[in-house]
């Protein structure tokens, strides 16, 4: 079907002129022209735009910073709209903080809780601004006050800063109920070490088994911690205390306990296989020490005796336990003792000679040459010896003076200074020379046998 123009249909003559006089066809006829009339509008629009900003958008725009107010507010004029009506539509369009906010601002007393005046920045502004009826005011100031955390509740109940009922009440301020709180209460905080926990079993503090949030026993310990409870049997059976490996020594050397008893606990005490066996035998060689002390001073003795050999007094220490270097070392000590005393008797023999005036300074020398003696020891000793057979002069005694002077062999004179030499006062060596003569001699000297005479 062929379109149909507008001036056939608006021909004078056609039906549907006649039927647009009668107003039957205007309601067909409006949908008919309806896409052409608004394509028409647009194209009238296109070519003069006239149609002016709505004053909402203008004050959403002034708002957003987009368009100046005077000029907004002349463009909003056009709309019927004046200057006045249009600053507040201004004021309306902007939106307030939201209430968290608010109340954050107010805390941190950025704002006041009430400015004073419409424009001013407040909460109580705000509130009004943000299309909250002002009655909520107080509702948004109480929510301003922000509780303590469950998990920080917890914590002070369980380190004692507040009760189990301010700790519940605070947990329902966070939509947490007492049941649920006193359950995160049960979880919190930590148990005594599993050592500890086995010292307070070992003193029967606690008992070993019991479990429940108020139980307190070593497997409600273990459970609370974070180790799993799998553990407990081995944190059980690893409980019992083991004597220190020095003390197990001790027992077995006094006979308490046996070898293979102290050997079960060297190893469960970490020792290793070898370690645990040097400890054993150093247990059984500790407590056979002293009798094998007695038979090692025995065989040392037949050896430096030389009653038994050298390679038999090793075999026999070795037989004692002894490594082969320390018999080694126990015998060159008794070699070394031997020689000592060797040689110290041979020197103490020349020495005697010499000073006896037995042999002469050349022979106590060759002597002391023989025995391996160097010679600036020697000849030191020669010295020292000089000096001693010097000082061994043999004196005159007593009687030896007086029979010389009765039989005339000292004069008087002699005779009294030879005692005098001895340590006699003159008034007692003439008493003794008197009594060898059997009368006084002459020339008395003055004072008398008094002690404090001599001393005088």
Do not use: C
Not at 107 to 126: E, F, H, Y
Not at 204 to 227: C, R, Y
């Amino acid at each position: 079907m062929s379109a149909v123009g507008l001036e056939e249909l608006l021909a004078a003559a056609s039906p549907f002129a006649q039927q647009l006089e009668w107003g039957v066809g205007q309601p067909i006829m409006g949908a008919v022209l309806a896409p052409m009339l608004s394509e028409l509008t647009q194209k009238i629009n296109a070519r003069s735009p006239v149609e002016p900003l709505s004053p909402a958008d203008l004050a959403d725009l002034v708002v957003r910073s987009f368009i100046e107010h005077a000029e907004a507010a002349g463009m909003a004029a056009r709309s019927g709209v004046n200057a006045s009506d249009f600053a507040l539509m201004v004021k309306g369009a902007g939106n307030a903080l939201d209430t968290t906010s608010l109340i954050e601002a107010f805390r941190r007393k950025i704002i006041p809780w009430d400015a004073g005046s419409a424009d001013g920045t407040g909460v109580l502004q705000g509130i009004a601004q943000g299309r909250l009826d002002i009655k909520w005011a107080p509702v948004v100031k109480g929510l301003g006050d922000v509780p303590i955390g469950v998990a920080d509740a917890v914590d002070a109940v369980v380190e004692g800063q507040i009760s189990m009922a301010d700790g519940e009440a605070i947990a329902f301020v966070n939509g947490i109920s007492a049941e649920n709180f006193r359950i995160l209460y049960n979880t919190r905080g930590n148990p005594p070490s599993p050592s500890q926990l086995s010292e307070m079993v070992h003193r029967g503090v606690i008992p070993l088994k019991g479990t429940g949030p108020d139980v307190l026993s070593f497997e409600q310990g273990i459970s609370e911690g974070a180790t799993k409870n799998k553990w407990i049997p081995a944190y059980e059976a690893v409980m019992p205390v083991l004597p220190p490996a020095r003390t197990i020594t001790a027992l077995q050397h006094n006979g308490t306990v046996t070898a293979a008893q102290a050997a079960a606990w060297y190893r469960q005490l970490g020792l290793p296989e070898d370690v645990a066996a040097a400890y054993v035998k150093d247990a059984s060689h500790s407590k056979t020490a002293a009798a094998r002390t007695l038979v090692k001073g025995d065989v040392l003795k037949l050896y430096a005796d030389r009653l038994i050999t050298r390679d038999e007094a090793a075999s026999m220490l070795a037989d004692l336990g002894y490594e082969a270097h320390d018999a080694a070392f126990e015998l060159e000590i008794q070699d070394f003792h031997a020689e000592a005393a060797a040689r110290s008797a041979a020197v103490s023999r020349i020495r005697t000679f010499y000073l006896a005036r037995k042999i002469s300074a050349a022979a106590a020398g060759l002597a002391m040459d023989e025995i391996g003696m160097t010679g600036p020891e020697r000849d030191a000793n020669l010295k020292t010896w000089e000096l001693e057979r010097g000082l061994n002069l043999k004196i005159l005694t007593v009687a030896e003076i007086t029979s010389a002077y009765e039989y005339e062999i000292l004069t008087e004179v002699e005779a009294l200074t030879a005692l005098v030499d001895l340590g006699y006062t003159e008034f007692d060596a003439w008493v003794v020379l008197s009594i060898k003569a059997k009368g006084p001699i002459p020339g008395r000297p003055t004072g008398g046998p008094s002690p404090a005479d001599r001393i005088g």
